[in-house]
């Protein structure tokens, strides 16, 4: 890890920078699988499961029965922990359903808005080498709460034609109506555009490499919403010196494990911890079965000293964290001021994995500086909210010389005849 | 405009397609312009401005002396007017502030969200034949309540090196923060990658031809978020035969007369009423200033008879219409059951001028069936919202065992670590 001591804050920017993707290739790497599932269907995708993932299959579609037997296969503790987690999940989303009230804007109009799920949406969940069940949570559980009519769900197979029984025992209890075998960029084009097996959806979420990120980017051109933009997971923490220096080192680890790749920063204004956060952290790393991976990820980490916490929370709301994690004496003074960041999680017991898990906020979070300007996945994404207005005679009558006056000063005059025909003949009644 | 008698249901998806943009060629052209402003800042937004507005400018931001002169021009008439129009704007979109409580997901772990404003956003508004103040309005206002800190304003200047007066007076009093001379492609990629003279900002909003749309669809995949992607604006009116025939045309016209490429779909479930629209529609044509561009967009306009007003609605939905006027004898049956829209406009006195100006809701909506997966703009637009929690000792020592079991079984060992060695140190405690 790169260690910076007390940067001035006109240098602060050159340290914010996230690795960037090589697009024009990929792009039009991307374009191609694009193009051939669009119409190939089916067949493009069995060639690809042959191609990418190395089995030969005959159905796309999970059968009930396979369901049923990932069922049985789940041992009975994580069933329990994934059904204690999925309850925080449900708890902390469904309070996001707030009514509306109708508005009276103006004597005799009325205006309120409705909110309406996406009717079809499709999730996709990565394969590789860990099974990624709780994302299925994290998507499924608040499409259910909105009221999505279809939700489907695509993931890789291995090599023996089947899904990880956790995943799928995930899907089963979260509401996800479908769950088709297809990986990668492949699976965003079948999402997106339809095939004789998976239905076309409007609104596709989740996670996954480079080649499943920009086939999201580019069906988004077409017409079709994605959750967000994505880049390397990453956290920041800040402590002062109170912190626990193996909390923050197991904070750090936990994000680096995620791929080589991550993105780990820490900040403090104690210049005494950080000789024993990097002590910890080498020796928590040594044990770790990912730390090949963890290695890699720290290599492109920093560790930062700034000369207090207000420069500290002043630098994350530069960098824009996924993750921030304020392990402070006080955390609620810092918190106050957070302004750009995904999740934030406070205090020495709130750890990152407790939010990637079971807390019950959502894990799906903006990544690269991306939480300057986009949220995280909340039950607000699997909706749309369409407004509504009545006008009486008299809110007409009361409203209509204004129209009047702005239509005809933008020359749209037929705009302005909608309203004095109709007023005309309120006169006339 | 074509009429249609009856269509069977397997045929609709046949009639709801609109046009589609001749991407390549453009993508490329707008490409190079973003380049170009990307490298060369300000001048290179002279030079255009010389070459696509024709005139040499000093100095792209409008001064305070020009804001107090424009806003000496605008009539007294039309201040009120934009004056009452924005408070009902303002009424409407400060109702959708809604506080967001604390959730006890579970014994000692609290989850709650926060919505922070998008500190820098630019409006984008065209030049053009009319000036659309009010927008200025539709985006500056939720903008304001929101709490962005930086509002920025493009927008192209005339001939004569100004803006249109009244645009200023909008801008004035909706609380824009600054104003730039800068039109097209080349004003989004302004406030994407900043310039000498104008900020870059984290959001962009606003409509504008098919380049200044093609520029926001670039910009967006380089991380600077959009409100929607955008197309021509749309209206489909459903009425029965108990509406008023000419309110059905002239709101039909006002609709028409936005474009050549606006799109205009009439249905009913009441086969006489049809002849009385098209005459009233010839009729009122004829005497509109924008005749010309409101018959090119009637040429591909449609009036469908349906079987009822369930088929009346059901194709509605499908067709996912930016503005919806229910012109029925009781509208809320159908308001009931929609599914997909922009914004809905209920009953004889709800004209969509009323919502294009004045009622309170947003004109700026999902066009070109976005309507599906897309909301309309709202103070949610310029929000994002970020989720906090807190672990108390309890709380992890409760939710501790759930975190380890599942990132156990997702074979993340490094965020099962910073669990259990807190639960270790509480056992030590």
Redesign the interface.
């Known amino acids: 890890m790169r260690t910076i001591f007390l940067p001035q804050s006109q240098d602060w920017p050159g340290l914010i920078g996230r690795p960037s993707m090589e697009?024009k290739e990929l792009s039009d790497r991307v374009g191609e699988i694009l193009e051939s599932v669009k119409s190939g269907k089916d067949k493009a995708l069995l060639l690809y499961a042959e191609e990418f993932d190395g089995v030969s299959l005959n159905d796309l579609r999970v059968t009930s029965n396979e369901i049923a037997e990932a069922v049985k296969m789940v041992p009975e503790?994580?069933k329990q922990?994934?059904k204690?987690?999925s309850?925080?999940i449900d708890?902390?989303h469904s309070?996001?359903l707030?009514p509306?009230?109708e508005?009276h804007?103006?004597p005799g109009?009325n205006?309120w808005?409705?909110s309406?799920p996406?009717?079809k949406v499709g999730l996709y969940i990565p394969g590789g080498?860990?099974?990624?069940?709780?994302t299925v949570l994290m998507l499924a559980i608040p499409a259910r709460i909105a009221g999505c009519t279809e939700i489907i769900l695509c993931t890789p197979p291995a090599k023996n034609g089947k899904i990880n029984p956790?995943i799928l025992f995930a899907a089963y209890i979260s509401g996800v109506t479908a769950i088709f075998k297809a990986g990668g960029a492949q699976a965003i084009a079948a999402m997106a555009y339809g095939t004789e097996s998976i239905p076309a959806v409007?609104?596709i979420f989740g996670p996954g490499n480079q080649y499943v990120t920009m086939a999201k980017?580019l069906v988004?051109?077409e017409?079709?919403?994605i959750d967000m933009?994505a880049g390397p997971s990453e956290v920041l923490v800040i402590s002062d010196g109170t912190a626990?220096p193996?909390?923050i080192a197991?904070?750090l680890?936990?994000?680096?494990?995620?791929g080589p790749d991550s993105q780990v920063v820490y900040l403090t204004d104690n210049k005494d911890i950080i000789p024993k956060v990097m002590e910890e952290t080498k020796s928590?790393l040594a044990l770790?079965?990912?730390r090949d991976i963890?290695s890699k990820a720290l290599e492109n980490s920093m560790i930062i000293l700034l000369s207090s916490l207000e420069d500290c929370i002043g630098f994350s709301n530069l960098y824009a964290p996924e993750h921030l994690i304020i392990n402070t004496a006080n955390?609620d003074i810092l918190?106050a001021k957070?302004?750009?960041?995904?999740?934030?999680?406070?205090?020495?017991?709130?750890?990152?994995?407790?939010?990637?898990?079971?807390?019950?906020?959502?894990h799906t979070l903006?990544t690269?500086?991306?939480?300057?300007?986009?949220?995280?996945v909340?039950a607000?994404s699997f909706?749309?909210?369409?407004?509504?207005?009545?006008?009486?005679?008299d809110?007409?009558k009361n409203?209509g010389?204004?129209?009047e006056?702005?239509?005809e000063?933008?020359?749209?005059?037929?705009?302005?005849?909608?309203?004095s025909?109709?007023l005309k003949?309120l006169k006339n009644d």
């Open positions: 697009r503790e994580l922990a994934i204690t987690a309850g925080n708890k902390f309070s996001q707030l509306e009230k508005v804007t103006f109009v205006c808005r409705k309406i996406v009717e080498s860990a099974p990624l069940f709780s956790v409007y609104k980017e988004q051109q017409g079709i919403a933009p626990d193996s909390f197991a904070d680890l936990s994000q680096a494990e995620h928590q770790l079965p990912r963890a955390p918190a957070v302004v750009n960041a995904g999740s934030v999680f406070l205090g020495p017991w709130s750890c990152e994995s407790a939010g990637d898990y079971a807390s019950g906020t959502n903006p690269s500086g991306y939480a300057r300007n986009y949220s995280g909340s607000d909706f749309k909210k369409i407004t509504f207005q009545r006008l009486e005679k809110g007409l409203i010389p204004v129209i006056t702005m239509a000063a933008e020359l749209l005059t037929g705009h302005k005849n909608a309203v025909l109709r003949k």
